[in-house]
Structures are given as C-alpha cells and as structure tokens.
C-alpha cells in the first residue's frame, strides 16, 4: 500500500533499488551515488512526515502494513495465553485479551486487532468488537484485581461494530460497564493507541492511568468520514471534519488527552516495525514502574480525577 503523498520518496526509493541491481549485476562502485540518493529521500521524508495534515495522519494510522495488536504482543509480551469468552454469550475475535509477561511481570492483556489480511480482517471483524468483547474485557478486568496483576491494552479501531445483533445484545451498556470496569480498578493500566482509537470502542479499553499515543496515530469521539456524514450530508467533508476533530496526538496531548506521545521511526511505524516495538516497549516499562510504586487507592483517586477534570 502507498500513499499519495510519499510517491516522491517512492519514486527515489525505486530508483536506489534499481542502482543497487546494476550495481550488483556489472561489478560497478556506485555506493557514493546511491548514499547521495539516500540521504536525499531520508530527508524529503522528514520533511513530509513534519507536515502531515490530520487527514493524511489517518492515511498513515490505517496503512496495512502498520504493526496491529497481535504483533505487539508477539514482540512485547512472553509467555502469551489467550484467554476467551465473556461466560455470557460467545467468544469475540475483534477483542484479544489474554495473561502474559511483559519484562519478567505477570499483566492482563487486552487490544483490538484489525487483522493483516482478508481471511484474518474477516476473523477478527475488522477490529470492530460487539458486545462480548467488552464483556470480556470485564472479566478480564476483574480478574486482574484478584490477582493484583498490572493491565496493558493496545488500541486500534475504528469503533465498536455497529450491527443490529450487537445494539440488541447491548452494545452501549457492555462500553459503559468496561469504561467503568477500567475507572475501578485497582491495578495499573496503561492504554497504548497504536493505530486508530475511534469513539467508545477504544475508549472502553483507554480509561487508563496512563494514555500513550504514538505519533501519527489517532484518537476520535467519531471517526472523520463519520462527523461528515452527519454534519455535511456527505463523507466529501471528511478532511474539514479531520481538522476540526483534533484526532492528532500533538492536538490531544495540548488538551490533556492522553500523556504521552511515542516517536515513530521516520516515515512512520509501517517503515520499521523493530524500532516501533522498542520506542513502545521502553514507555511503557517507564510508566508501569511509576505506578507500581502506587497503592490501589492512590491509583483510583488519580485515575478519577484525571478524567473529572476532563469535564471541566
């Protein structure tokens, strides 16, 4: 997948790439032609990177070649064992959750996963969980409070699924009783946006002491072509809403969104999936070993007023 505004960088970069052929291929020396070359991309790609608009912030937070939630925990978490069912209804693929270690430490798990292919977006629905993968996410919850263990979710959807057998099996009710799951419990969390954290679907797993944010991800009460389509009549407004939206990291952590935004690799996480695992991986340990150093009574207290004074 490219994106429109790369193609310069493409076009450099397809041309290094046939250098390096003829390079190969006739014994030629042109390593000073093809550093030059190089250089020159790595900067034309900072400078776009620099200046992207949240329009093409959202290009970049939905490239399928964007590490999903599976991958982080594949890189982050040992000793992985999923955990299924939400012991109501049925099991959700949209939500993963599950018990593993993260740097020797015992934590819950939970992320959305959008899958990386047909047959895997198709399993796991796109990312988008119906109601027993709040429910789940409950259980898991409360599971974490018995056992006193630290709880990690990875955000990346563009919202909860918004089908008739979800809304009958109360899909509003199963958010608002893992957003209130998540207020009262008495371990740590920490909520990493990874890709796209849209409307209560992610905020059911983001009501977190910690928000982290990576930069070019996004984070929305709606998603863009969503507020179009209600305010304008037409998705054609989409960039218009976008903007309005404040989705971007640097715009949520100026209006105390989140806390933190992680540095991806230049020309975004879909360009280096090590360096994205590492940046993510050493913020969380720096904010799992500040909170454990806090008692279950100082954390909800904070955690409360964190997100009162939203409100205000």
């Known amino acids: 997948m490219s994106l429109n505004f790369e193609k310069p960088v493409l076009e450099l970069e397809q041309k290094i790439a046939e250098l390096s052929k003829v390079e190969q291929g006739n014994g030629l020396n042109i390593d000073e032609e093809v550093k030059q070359m190089q250089q020159k991309a790595d900067k034309l790609l900072e400078q776009i990177y620099t200046r992207l608009t949240p329009q093409q912030k959202i290009q970049v937070a939905r490239h399928e070649n964007r590490p999903h939630c599976l991958d982080y925990i594949r890189a982050l978490i040992t000793d992985f064992t999923p955990l299924a069912g939400d012991r109501l209804f049925a099991q959700d693929d949209a939500m993963i959750s599950g018990i593993g270690r993260f740097d020797g430490q015992a934590c819950i798990i939970l992320g959305q996963e959008k899958g990386a292919n047909t047959e895997s ?3 796991h629905n796109f990312g988008m969980a119906r109601p027993e993968g709040y429910r789940k996410s409950q259980r898991l919850i409360q599971m974490a409070n018995q056992f006193h263990l630290p709880i990690l979710t990875f955000v990346d959807t563009s919202g909860a699924y918004p089908g008739v057998g979800a809304e009958e099996r109360g899909q509003s009710e199963a958010i608002a009783k893992a957003i209130e799951s998540c207020l009262r419990a008495d371990v740590p969390i920490i909520s990493t946006i990874i890709g796209e954290g849209g409307s209560g679907g992610a905020i059911a797993i983001a009501t977190a002491d910690r ?7 996004i984070y929305s009460v709606i998603s863009p072509e969503g507020c179009a389509s209600i305010l304008w009549r037409s998705a ?3 960039e218009d809403a976008a903007k309005a939206l404040k989705i971007t990291a640097r715009d949520l952590k100026e209006l105390g969104i989140i806390d933190e935004i992680i ?3 230049l020309g975004g996480a879909h360009r280096n999936h090590k360096e994205v695992f590492k940046s993510v991986h050493d913020s969380i ?3 799992l070993g500040e909170l454990k150093e806090k008692d279950s009574a100082t954390l909800k207290t904070e955690r409360r007023e964190k997100y ?5």
């Open 121 to 123: 977006r198709i399993k």
């Open 211 to 217: 928000v982290l944010m990576l930069q070019h991800a």
């Open 236 to 238: 054609e407004f989409a």
């Open 263 to 265: 540095k991806e690799p």
């Open 285 to 287: 340990s720096r904010n």
């Open 308 to 312: 009162l004074d939203m409100t205000k």
